[in-house]
């Protein structure tokens, strides 16, 4: 069975600052990776997935096989990205995605 | 487009009350789900469903019905409510497996007494 794991509940930057959120996953296929996030009184949204390989709201996250780990990465926080972030993992023809615990990031003025 | 709608935004219950949650999609999705987010577990998958007469179990099962009658339309139900059911709840719909966008409603929130 496939598993994601976001080891921080928790995590605080200042402005400016590089943030990183950690993604792990256990899945002995190809899996497909996404994050998702959720801003405050919104619904949850898609933020990037793995297939597209862009970069959003300055995000980028690279696929790493060999440590099955699929960060998250912004070079400098802003305010309004602190948020709820989660990862996610689909499988093959498989619809259902199996999320991550959560790591709410705040980003501190 | 509504994309996914969710109704009611918010719900008291007294424990053992029965109610539905409705949820319905305009995108013609094939796949729609039920999570529930709770703190520190994240989002956990309630049922789900693959097309009209097709549902099935997800994660955390007990104490909800669903039922597929239409394309558009995946209400949840609960059958008699507990106060660990209190939680907030999204239902979402799926345009393609595997890489496919999952599409968000606005999630409701239920508390039981």
């Known amino acids: 069975a496939q598993r994601v794991t976001q080891p921080e509940k928790l995590l605080s930057v200042f402005k400016g600052a590089p943030v990183e959120l950690k993604c792990n996953y256990s899945?002995?296929?190809?899996?497909?990776l996404f994050w998702y996030v959720q801003y405050s009184r919104q619904r949850l949204q898609l933020l990037l997935r793995h297939i597209s390989r862009e970069s959003i709201k300055g995000f980028t996250a690279d696929l790493n096989k060999g440590e099955t780990s699929f960060h998250l990465k912004k070079p400098f926080a802003q305010e309004e990205d602190s948020a709820m972030y989660y990862c996610?993992?689909?499988?093959?023809?498989?619809?259902?995605?199996?999320f991550g615990k959560g790591t709410l990031l705040t980003v501190n003025p | 487009n509504a994309g996914v709608t969710q109704t009611p935004k918010f719900q008291v219950l007294k424990t053992g009350q029965s109610m539905t949650l409705q949820c319905a999609q305009d995108m013609n999705h094939e796949y729609m789900s039920w999570y529930r987010q709770d703190p520190g577990m994240g989002l956990r998958l309630i049922h789900y469903s693959v097309g009209a007469g097709i549902t099935d179990q997800g994660e955390v099962p007990n104490g909800y019905n669903v039922s597929r009658s239409t394309t558009e339309d995946f209400p949840l139900r609960l059958l008699s409510a507990a106060p660990s059911q209190t939680s907030v709840y999204f239902c979402a719909s799926r345009d393609r497996p595997n890489t496919g966008e999952l599409f968000f409603g606005e999630g409701s929130r239920l508390t039981v007494l």
């Open positions: 899945y002995s296929g190809s899996p497909e």
């Open positions: 996610a993992l689909s499988r093959g023809s498989n619809y259902k995605l199996t």
